[in-house]
């Protein structure tokens, strides 16, 4: 009887720690394809994200560089040296369109869709006036063209805003992908843990192995949610605050400098002719370069000042509690001076300048994206002075 029993409990006992085995092998398959599919769903989100993204950029790069050609254009003197510009200023369309034709070719939701239904029609609609102005310029007839100069910036930045509007959105639904994948990757977590805490009840050694299991998983996702929170906050090229995580800092900035009274000073910093870098030595040449910028413009501010990158080739500098202008020159002057020293790239050396626009907050009633658009608007009164300049708004 004795020896029918112990067969009988060896025989359950078996029996439990087999069930045990397979229910933890199935919950080990079953919790990593849905962490593959999880892993496979944001990379592919991720990468159209980043494209759409590059794609915007480069669009409102496009704009940019044609609106100041346009502005060039019209303080030639005659219609011979106008049009040696043309070139180029058609060169900027097809990469606009080059870069559209990116963008369709992407996963577009209906928020994107609408953003660029709109910039479409505007672009259609303005490309009459367009070319009625871009005759005037080769018209060999003195003229003066300010009104119709006018009117034509006006449309341009009436499509930059639309394009700012997407790069904005794309901005936001990347910090959305990494969150929402943050939060999945912890409900997963948590069922793999619940299912683990249920096969371990049925032994001490299957119990051991699941908290080493859990907590090598749970120091994997704490690593993981930090990168994803700092990716989230900062630019993957430079590693600097991006946009978004600038506008929050500088917000609280401006609200300790009203309560201390204190002057604060945003800088907008704009590389002049970066493209033609990216155009001669290639794109990994012109990241070494946005690198080396950032890297130079860090070694002159304070431990306290904050430094991002803004996108493209415009870098954001706050200067916080300064006592008055003066301060914030003398900080922009030795920006200016690094950034004109060589740029090495590869066995030779490259040059670079920039166009720098000061806003000083004086305890104004405006918010963070309203003191960047001032400073914006002081860096573009710098870029029209010439290069290497800076502008005092």
């Not at 049925?202 to 699941?210: N, P, Q, S």
């Not at 009203?258 to 945003?266: F, L």
Request: with cysteine; glycine share 4%; charged share 20%.
């Amino acid at each position: 009887m004795e020896q029918q029993g112990s067969g009988f409990r060896f025989f359950f006992y078996l029996i439990g720690f087999s069930a045990i085995f397979l229910a933890f092998i199935y919950t080990s398959v079953f919790s990593y394809q849905q962490y593959a599919n999880l892993r496979a769903d944001l990379t592919t989100a991720s990468n159209n994200n980043d494209i759409q993204l590059r794609a915007a950029m480069a669009m409102r790069a496009a704009v940019r560089e044609r609106a100041i050609f346009l502005w060039q254009m019209t303080l030639l003197e005659t219609p011979e040296d106008r049009k040696q510009l043309f070139n180029t200023f058609y060169s900027q369309g097809s990469e606009y369109h080059k870069s559209r034709l990116t963008l369709l070719n992407t996963e577009l939701d209906h928020p994107e869709q609408s953003i660029l239904a709109k910039l479409d029609k505007q672009a259609a609609n303005r490309t009459p006036e367009l070319r009625t102005f871009s005759e005037l310029l080769t018209d060999n007839r003195v003229q003066d063209f300010r009104l119709e100069l006018s009117k034509v910036l006006k449309d341009k930045t009436t499509i930059a805003g639309f394009l700012d509007q997407f790069i904005t959105l794309q901005q936001v639904q990347n910090e959305d992908i990494w969150q929402d994948s943050a939060h999945k990757m912890e409900g997963l977590l948590s069922e793999l843990i619940t299912r683990m805490v249920l096969i371990i009840s049925g032994g001490f050694l299957f119990a051991v192995y699941v908290m080493v299991t859990a907590s090598k998983q749970n120091k994997m996702i704490r690593i993981a949610n930090q990168e994803l929170r700092h990716l989230a906050c900062h630019d993957n090229l430079t590693g600097l605050p991006n946009r978004r995580f600038l506008l929050h800092q500088l917000d609280i900035v401006l609200a300790a400098a009203k309560r201390k009274q204190h002057k604060v000073a945003i800088i907008f910093i704009d590389l002049d002719d970066f493209k033609p870098i990216n155009d001669t030595y290639g794109h990994d040449a012109g990241d070494l370069c946005l690198q080396d910028v950032s890297n130079r413009i860090s070694k002159v501010i304070r431990g306290s000042d904050m430094l991002g990158r803004l996108g493209g080739d415009e870098f954001l500098l706050i200067l916080s509690e300064i006592e008055s202008s003066t301060q914030a020159i003398a900080v922009i002057q030795k920006i200016l001076g690094i950034i004109s020293e060589d740029f090495p790239i590869g066995e030779s050396t490259t040059n670079l300048s920039a166009s720098i626009g000061l806003y000083i907050y004086s305890l104004e009633d405006i918010n963070a994206e309203e003191a960047i658009t001032l400073a914006d608007k002081a860096m573009y009164q710098a870029k029209k002075m010439g290069k290497n300049q800076f502008y005092i708004i």
